[in-house]
């Protein structure tokens, strides 16, 4: 699929007129809320147009994809001549088994996916041979449905906690992925839980000063998740709706 800078843009203003209304209804600011353009589903000249539009966070959620978007991604900013609002960093959103870490390290900025401290320790030690330090999100299994990945609610923080000990992941926060419905009130459980947890977390265990955000909010319920404190907005679809 392509789509122009134009309609990007178009649906880029509409996405953050719908998160300053949203942080306004929680007394929030829009400059604490970001967003990960997910490019899963388009080709890499909508990839450039995104870019053009003033994004440079890109999530992908298959390790494959990622390493070959990376480097086309590389081989054109070789090229271009326009400046970038900031240095592209691409995020691993979806599930990583761990033979697929050293598929996207060193080029990954941030894992939303890490559920288990099997996988944290192994991207610990890929990223110290990489002298490399990768920042890492807890995904947290809200809605706690069985086919889900996600660690258990009731061990996120723990999993915080050992996370913080490693020198080469830096972990930054919880993320959750809320149930696939097409009514955006369905997600608030979910999200309303993770900010609970987060809440818990940097109360009670000892996470550090990186340990500040969620990840959470996909195009359906971005709006409900900026509500509940959302931080990171994981978008897709709306971009190139
Ligand atoms: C695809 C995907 C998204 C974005 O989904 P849209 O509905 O297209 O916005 C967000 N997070 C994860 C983990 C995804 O796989």
């Known amino acids: 699929m ?12 509409h996405i953050r007129d719908d998160i300053a209304v949203a942080c306004e209804k929680a007394r929030r600011v ?11 589903q388009v080709d890499f000249e909508t990839v450039r147009h995104l870019l053009d539009a003033g994004l440079s966070e890109f999530g992908e959620n298959r390790a494959a994809q990622l390493a070959r978007r990376a480097e086309e991604m590389n081989t054109y900013l070789e090229r271009r001549r326009t400046p970038l609002p900031a240095p592209v960093r691409w995020h691993m959103i979806g599930h990583l088994q ?5 598929t996207v390290l060193p ?3 941030v894992v939303h996916s890490v559920d288990s401290l099997r996988l944290a320790e192994a991207l610990n030690k890929r990223a110290g041979h990489c002298a490399c330090t990768v920042d890492a999100f807890v995904q947290v299994n809200c809605s706690e449905e069985p086919q889900k990945h996600g660690c258990a609610v009731g061990a996120a923080s723990h999993l915080a906690e050992m996370m913080a000990t490693m020198p ?5 926060g919880l993320m959750t992925m809320a149930p696939l419905t097409d009514d955006a ?3 608030r459980p979910s999200f309303a839980r993770l900010r609970e947890i987060f809440e818990d977390t940097r109360r009670e265990a000892a996470v550090g000063d990186h340990f500040r955000h ?4 996909m195009s359906q319920d971005y709006a409900v998740a900026v509500e509940e404190g959302a931080t990171v907005l994981r978008i897709g679809s709306a971009l190139f709706a």
Do not use: C, F, Q
């Open 98 to 102: 761990r033979n697929k870490i050293k």
């Open 168 to 172: 080469h992941v830096r972990v930054v």
């Open 185 to 187: 009130e369905a997600a």
């Open 214 to 217: 969620l990840s959470m909010g």
């Open 107 to 109: 080029t990954v900025s």
């Open 2 to 13: 392509a789509v122009t800078t134009r309609r990007i843009s178009d649906n880029l203003s």
């Open 30 to 40: 829009p400059a604490d809320v970001s967003i990960v353009a997910v490019t899963k």
